[in-house]
Protein backbone atom coordinates (compact mmCIF):
# COMPACT_ATOMS: atom_id res chain seq x y z
CA UNK A 1 0.00 0.00 0.00
CA UNK A 2 1.05 4.02 -0.23
CA UNK A 3 1.01 6.20 2.97
CA UNK A 4 2.29 9.47 3.72
CA UNK A 5 2.61 10.52 7.94
CA UNK A 6 3.41 13.70 8.95
CA UNK A 7 2.61 15.65 12.55
CA UNK A 8 -0.88 17.17 12.56
CA UNK A 9 0.22 20.30 13.99
CA UNK A 10 3.45 21.95 15.44
CA UNK A 11 4.10 25.68 17.02
CA UNK A 12 7.32 27.61 16.86
CA UNK A 13 8.13 31.46 17.70
CA UNK A 14 9.30 33.69 15.17
CA UNK A 15 12.81 33.66 14.26
CA UNK A 16 13.44 30.27 14.89
CA UNK A 17 14.21 26.78 12.79
CA UNK A 18 10.86 24.33 12.55
CA UNK A 19 11.59 20.67 11.03
CA UNK A 20 8.49 19.34 10.09
CA UNK A 21 9.05 15.56 9.07
CA UNK A 22 7.26 13.07 6.83
CA UNK A 23 7.72 9.34 6.42
CA UNK A 24 6.13 7.16 3.64
CA UNK A 25 5.38 4.52 1.46
CA UNK A 26 4.90 3.99 -1.90
CA UNK A 27 5.19 1.06 -4.51
CA UNK A 28 8.02 2.50 -6.41
CA UNK A 29 9.69 5.74 -6.23
CA UNK A 30 9.55 9.02 -8.33
CA UNK A 31 10.49 11.51 -5.50
CA UNK A 32 9.34 13.74 -2.49
CA UNK A 33 7.09 16.16 -2.70
CA UNK A 34 6.68 19.50 -0.13
CA UNK A 35 3.67 22.36 -0.71
CA UNK A 36 2.88 24.56 1.47
CA UNK A 37 -0.73 25.67 1.73
CA UNK A 38 -2.06 28.97 3.48
CA UNK A 39 -6.13 28.67 4.66
CA UNK A 40 -8.85 29.03 1.65
CA UNK A 41 -5.39 29.17 -0.83
CA UNK A 42 -4.11 26.58 -3.19
CA UNK A 43 -1.43 24.31 -2.45
CA UNK A 44 2.18 26.11 -3.35
CA UNK A 45 5.78 23.89 -4.81
CA UNK A 46 8.00 24.48 -2.08
CA UNK A 47 10.31 21.48 -3.42
CA UNK A 48 10.87 17.99 -5.10
CA UNK A 49 13.75 15.86 -3.78
CA UNK A 50 14.62 12.53 -5.83
CA UNK A 51 18.12 11.56 -4.17
CA UNK A 52 19.15 11.57 -1.37
CA UNK A 53 20.34 14.20 0.94
CA UNK A 54 19.43 18.14 1.54
CA UNK A 55 18.54 20.53 -0.86
CA UNK A 56 18.30 24.47 0.22
CA UNK A 57 16.23 26.85 -1.02
CA UNK A 58 16.51 30.20 0.64
CA UNK A 59 14.84 29.66 4.23
CA UNK A 60 13.74 26.30 3.49
CA UNK A 61 15.30 23.24 3.02
CA UNK A 62 13.93 19.51 2.12
CA UNK A 63 16.06 16.29 3.02
CA UNK A 64 15.59 12.95 1.61
CA UNK A 65 16.57 9.43 2.87
CA UNK A 66 15.35 7.07 0.59
CA UNK A 67 16.76 4.19 2.50
CA UNK A 68 14.34 5.32 5.28
CA UNK A 69 11.35 5.91 3.63
CA UNK A 70 11.87 9.71 5.42
CA UNK A 71 11.77 13.64 4.39
CA UNK A 72 11.84 16.79 6.26
CA UNK A 73 11.13 20.18 5.85
CA UNK A 74 13.11 22.31 7.47
CA UNK A 75 12.22 26.18 8.06
CA UNK A 76 14.66 28.75 9.13
CA UNK A 77 14.06 32.16 10.25
CA UNK A 78 10.19 31.91 10.76
CA UNK A 79 8.32 34.78 9.86
CA UNK A 80 4.45 34.96 10.34
CA UNK A 81 3.67 34.23 7.06
CA UNK A 82 5.13 31.19 7.28
CA UNK A 83 2.16 29.91 9.09
CA UNK A 84 0.74 27.43 6.80
CA UNK A 85 -0.30 23.96 6.10
CA UNK A 86 2.53 21.66 4.87
CA UNK A 87 1.98 18.77 2.69
CA UNK A 88 4.28 16.11 1.86
CA UNK A 89 3.81 14.37 -1.17
CA UNK A 90 4.73 11.35 -3.60
CA UNK A 91 4.03 10.60 -7.14
CA UNK A 92 2.43 7.12 -7.29
CA UNK A 93 1.66 5.08 -10.58
CA UNK A 94 4.73 6.33 -12.29
CA UNK A 95 3.67 10.08 -12.99
CA UNK A 96 4.63 13.02 -11.15
CA UNK A 97 1.14 14.62 -11.18
CA UNK A 98 -0.77 11.43 -9.71
CA UNK A 99 0.46 12.29 -6.33
CA UNK A 100 -0.56 11.05 -3.10
CA UNK A 101 -0.76 13.32 0.00
CA UNK A 102 -0.32 13.28 3.35
CA UNK A 103 -2.67 15.04 5.63
CA UNK A 104 -1.07 18.03 6.03
CA UNK A 105 1.13 19.73 8.97
CA UNK A 106 -0.80 22.70 10.53
CA UNK A 107 2.54 25.42 11.11
CA UNK A 108 1.50 28.23 13.74
CA UNK A 109 4.26 30.94 14.39
CA UNK A 110 4.08 32.80 17.08
CA UNK A 111 5.87 36.69 18.09
CA UNK B 1 -0.84 33.67 -9.02
CA UNK B 2 0.17 30.39 -10.78
CA UNK B 3 -2.22 31.08 -13.80
CA UNK B 4 -4.35 28.26 -12.91
CA UNK B 5 -7.95 29.63 -12.42
CA UNK B 6 -11.39 27.91 -11.61
CA UNK B 7 -14.73 28.55 -11.34
CA UNK B 8 -17.07 28.86 -9.19
CA UNK B 9 -15.19 29.94 -6.27
CA UNK B 10 -18.25 28.69 -3.70
CA UNK B 11 -20.64 26.36 -4.78
CA UNK B 12 -24.09 25.47 -2.85
CA UNK B 13 -26.04 22.15 -4.05
CA UNK B 14 -28.26 19.50 -2.23
CA UNK B 15 -27.81 16.46 -2.35
CA UNK B 16 -28.96 14.38 -5.47
CA UNK B 17 -27.93 17.10 -7.38
CA UNK B 18 -25.11 17.21 -10.34
CA UNK B 19 -22.60 19.88 -10.56
CA UNK B 20 -19.81 20.80 -12.74
CA UNK B 21 -16.05 22.77 -11.96
CA UNK B 22 -14.62 24.49 -14.64
CA UNK B 23 -10.91 24.97 -14.97
CA UNK B 24 -8.55 26.91 -16.87
CA UNK B 25 -4.92 25.98 -17.68
CA UNK B 26 -1.84 28.03 -18.67
CA UNK B 27 -1.09 27.49 -22.61
CA UNK B 28 0.68 25.27 -23.66
CA UNK B 29 -0.04 22.60 -20.34
CA UNK B 30 -1.30 19.95 -21.76
CA UNK B 31 -1.75 17.92 -18.36
CA UNK B 32 -4.49 18.44 -15.67
CA UNK B 33 -5.74 16.73 -12.15
CA UNK B 34 -8.11 17.25 -9.83
CA UNK B 35 -8.40 16.41 -6.53
CA UNK B 36 -10.76 16.76 -3.25
CA UNK B 37 -9.78 18.04 -0.44
CA UNK B 38 -11.50 17.77 2.75
CA UNK B 39 -11.42 20.00 5.82
CA UNK B 40 -8.17 19.46 7.16
CA UNK B 41 -7.21 16.91 4.76
CA UNK B 42 -4.12 16.45 2.54
CA UNK B 43 -6.05 16.52 -1.60
CA UNK B 44 -6.78 12.84 -2.55
CA UNK B 45 -6.06 12.44 -6.64
CA UNK B 46 -9.58 11.82 -8.27
CA UNK B 47 -7.99 11.38 -11.75
CA UNK B 48 -5.96 12.82 -14.43
CA UNK B 49 -6.09 13.69 -18.02
CA UNK B 50 -3.18 13.94 -20.65
CA UNK B 51 -4.19 15.31 -24.18
CA UNK B 52 -8.06 15.13 -23.52
CA UNK B 53 -7.98 11.15 -22.42
CA UNK B 54 -8.29 9.97 -18.88
CA UNK B 55 -4.64 9.10 -18.01
CA UNK B 56 -5.06 7.67 -14.23
CA UNK B 57 -8.12 7.53 -11.37
CA UNK B 58 -7.95 7.11 -7.73
CA UNK B 59 -10.21 5.61 -5.76
CA UNK B 60 -13.60 7.35 -6.87
CA UNK B 61 -16.52 6.09 -7.56
CA UNK B 62 -18.17 6.37 -11.62
CA UNK B 63 -19.92 9.19 -10.87
CA UNK B 64 -16.95 11.77 -10.64
CA UNK B 65 -16.29 12.43 -14.66
CA UNK B 66 -14.31 14.78 -16.00
CA UNK B 67 -13.30 16.61 -19.35
CA UNK B 68 -10.34 17.86 -21.06
CA UNK B 69 -10.57 20.36 -24.24
CA UNK B 70 -8.09 21.53 -27.03
CA UNK B 71 -8.41 24.87 -25.62
CA UNK B 72 -6.51 23.62 -22.06
CA UNK B 73 -9.57 24.52 -20.13
CA UNK B 74 -11.16 21.04 -18.52
CA UNK B 75 -14.31 20.28 -16.44
CA UNK B 76 -14.86 17.91 -12.94
CA UNK B 77 -18.38 16.68 -13.22
CA UNK B 78 -20.32 14.77 -10.07
CA UNK B 79 -23.53 13.24 -10.17
CA UNK B 80 -25.99 12.41 -7.87
CA UNK B 81 -24.28 14.49 -4.59
CA UNK B 82 -23.59 13.06 -1.85
CA UNK B 83 -23.18 15.13 1.63
CA UNK B 84 -19.27 13.61 1.85
CA UNK B 85 -18.63 15.68 -1.66
CA UNK B 86 -18.58 18.62 0.19
CA UNK B 87 -15.07 19.96 0.19
CA UNK B 88 -12.30 22.46 -1.79
CA UNK B 89 -11.79 20.81 -5.43
CA UNK B 90 -8.57 21.59 -6.82
CA UNK B 91 -7.07 21.32 -10.49
CA UNK B 92 -3.53 21.34 -11.29
CA UNK B 93 -2.04 21.63 -14.45
CA UNK B 94 1.54 21.12 -15.94
CA UNK B 95 3.02 20.70 -19.36
CA UNK B 96 4.23 17.03 -19.34
CA UNK B 97 6.84 15.94 -21.75
CA UNK B 98 9.71 12.89 -21.60
CA UNK B 99 12.12 12.29 -19.15
CA UNK B 100 11.75 16.08 -18.08
CA UNK B 101 10.14 17.12 -14.45
CA UNK B 102 7.52 20.31 -14.80
CA UNK B 103 6.53 21.30 -11.86
CA UNK B 104 2.55 21.62 -11.56
CA UNK B 105 0.42 24.49 -10.87
CA UNK B 106 -2.78 24.23 -8.57
CA UNK B 107 -5.65 26.42 -9.08
CA UNK B 108 -6.93 28.55 -5.51
CA UNK B 109 -9.86 25.82 -5.70
CA UNK B 110 -13.63 25.64 -5.61
CA UNK B 111 -15.50 25.24 -2.02
CA UNK B 112 -18.35 22.70 -2.71
CA UNK B 113 -21.27 22.67 0.07
CA UNK B 114 -23.55 20.16 -0.37
CA UNK B 115 -26.35 20.43 2.03
Known amino acids: GQNIDQPTEMTATEGAIVQINCTYQ??????LFWYQQHAGEAPTFLSY????GLEEKGRFSSFLSRSKGYSYLLLKELQMKDSASYLCAAPFSGGYNKLIFGAGTRLAVHP | ETGVTQSPTHLIKTRGQQVTLRCSSQ?????VSWYQQALGQGPQFIFQYYREEENGRGNFPPRFSGLQFPNYSSELNVNALELDDSALYLC??????????????FGPGTRLTVL
Open chain 1, 26 to 31: TSGFNG
Open chain 1, 49 to 52: NVLD
Open chain 2, 92 to 105: ASKFSGTGVFNEQF
Open chain 2, 27 to 31: SGHNT
